[in-house]
Nanobody, 118 residues
Framework: QVHLVESGGGLVQPGGSLRLSCVAS????????VTWHRQAPGKQREPVAT???????NYTNSVKGRFTISRDDARNTIYLQMNSLKPEDTAVYLC????????????WGQGTQVTVSS
């Protein structure tokens, strides 16, 4: 059974930092591209950062220069380092993994809450 488990969320003041982790079990993460998404109350879910199997990265404009996505496939873990956090970054952050290596397979985690507030 496949699980993606996010952790590292919490309450932080504006300008602060958090590091989110997404630990995968039941799959070999190295075969998967992973995207961190976020969903704020009343808003649509949006992709924030993507890392490919070759560790190429892509970011939505609003987080460029502040967020960094990385992977440690030896630990089946994908990270999202978030710096200079803003109140508008408040959302549930979810991990999404996808591959075409064995046919199309996609998986979602349950999410971790990030709240940026003074």
């Amino acid at each position: 059974q496949v699980h993606l488990v996010e952790s590292g969320g919490g309450l932080v003041q504006p300008g602060g930092s958090l590091r989110l982790s997404c630990v995968a079990s039941g799959i070999t993460s190295s075969f998967y591209a992973v995207t961190w998404h976020r969903q704020a109350p009343g808003k649509q879910r949006e992709p924030v950062a993507t890392i490919t199997t070759s560790s190429a990265t892509n970011y939505t404009n609003s987080v460029k220069g502040r967020f960094t996505i990385s992977r440690d496939d030896a630990r089946n873990t994908i990270y999202l380092q978030m710096n200079s956090l803003k109140p508008e970054d408040t959302a549930v952050y979810l991990c999404y993994a996808e591959t075409n290596s064995f046919g199309r397979r996609t998986y979602w985690g349950q999410g971790t809450q990030v709240t940026v507030s003074s």
